[in-house]
């Protein structure tokens, strides 16, 4: 009876052992961070958004929370003082790194600047890029991807760097407003705000950016160097995340039209402009192109952003990049 009663108690203990072997380990809490997009009013920056509402970032044990600044420089300065871990920002922002913000570029993830546009008022007599000359352009920031394009333009066109005068007006509504009082003779912004100001015929956009960069950088993800050092694999995880996030954009047409529309309420016919237009740019590795970092490198030269070129471990890593991702699988 003993043995039996032994023999029960080794049976027991086994198939308890059995179910806890089978039965899922406990699941890790999401590491918090906190990710800066440049300006809130792009559709190049709603896969944050959408990261976070379709679940992708959750899938990679990730509780992101989004922060939204006014222009590059006001991303840098968030950065560098801790603010935010991780930034959406432009390639040409990439020179704050150089000149000490602790940030470095982890992934490049938007090339020609389709998505930016030179806007005038509906009624404006400028009709060509020629009618810029001496004009005022409104910019996000001092030091952003807005100023730098709208100097662009003026090297492009013989002017010299000043050619076009530049006033920061902060993105979004703020240079819209300045853009339909006439304050400006023109504005560097979305091209999804310059659709949206043709529909309601208070603006129309005069030209798109990659005619004048058609190998370029537009957008990166930045990361705090602090970052990089100790918590590689977040670092790791967020870039995956991110570029997950643009591959079920890619297969999700209809969903991520409704999704950035309830982040930049512009509308079903702009925002599908937006998309058909800027997807195809949206990058699916997240590798730097080095044609257009030479031309970025060179330009920050000519504008006197940098005395010299620099070294690319001075503004990025590719510690990060190919990213590969299996599938878009992971939104909920």
């Known amino acids: 009876m003993r043995n039996i009663r032994h023999t029960a108690t080794l049976l027991s203990l086994a198939t308890a052992l059995v179910a806890l072997g089978a039965a899922p380990p406990p699941a890790h809490a999401a590491d918090t961070v906190r990710v800066g997009k440049a300006v809130p009013?792009?559709?190049t920056f709603t896969p944050l958004d959408i990261g976070i509402k379709e679940g992708v970032?959750?899938?990679h044990q990730l509780d992101v929370?989004?922060?939204?600044?006014?222009?590059?420089?006001?991303?840098?300065?968030?950065?560098?003082?801790?603010?935010?871990d991780f930034g959406?920002?432009?390639g040409p922002?990439?020179?704050f790194a150089v000149k000490g913000v602790p940030v470095r570029a982890v992934a490049a993830y938007f090339g020609a600047p389709v998505n930016i546009a030179a806007t005038v008022g509906w009624n404006s007599p400028i009709k060509k890029v020629a009618d810029l000359k001496g004009k005022i352009m409104a910019v996000s920031t001092v030091g952003s991807l807005t100023a730098w394009l709208t100097q662009r333009i003026s090297i492009h066109e013989g002017w010299g760097p000043d050619g076009i005068k530049i006033?920061?007006?902060g993105g979004g509504p703020a240079m819209t407003s300045a853009i339909i009082s006439g304050s400006v003779d023109a504005g560097m912004g979305s091209y999804e705000s310059?659709?949206?100001?043709q529909e309601k015929q208070r603006g129309r956009p005069?030209?798109?950016?990659?005619?004048?960069?058609?190998?370029?950088?537009?957008?990166?993800?930045?990361?705090?160097?602090?970052m990089i050092d100790e918590k590689p694999a977040v670092v790791e995880r967020f870039v995956q995340g991110f570029f997950a996030t643009l591959e079920w954009m890619r297969q999700h047409r209809a969903e991520t039209i409704a999704d950035a529309d309830e982040v930049l309420h512009e509308g079903k016919t702009v925002l599908t402009g937006a998309f058909d237009r800027e997807m195809p740019v949206m990058s699916k590795d997240g590798r730097f192109d080095p044609v257009a970092l030479k031309t970025i490198k060179e330009s920050w030269v000519a504008l006197k952003t940098l005395p010299k070129m620099p070294q690319d471990d001075q503004f990025l890593t590719r510690k990060f990049v190919p990213v590969k991702i299996a599938s878009a699988s992971g939104a909920k």
């Open 41 to 43: 009013t792009a559709f």
């Open 57 to 59: 970032f959750a899938r």
């Open 65 to 84: 929370k989004a922060v939204n600044f006014t222009g590059d420089a006001k991303l840098q300065q968030g950065l560098a003082s801790d603010g935010v």
């Open 88 to 90: 959406l920002g432009s």
């Open 93 to 95: 922002g990439m020179a």
């Open 167 to 169: 006033v920061a007006t």
């Open 194 to 197: 310059a659709l949206s100001l």
């Open 206 to 226: 005069l030209v798109t950016m990659d005619e004048f960069a058609p190998r370029f950088i537009t957008h990166v993800i930045f990361a705090r160097t602090q």
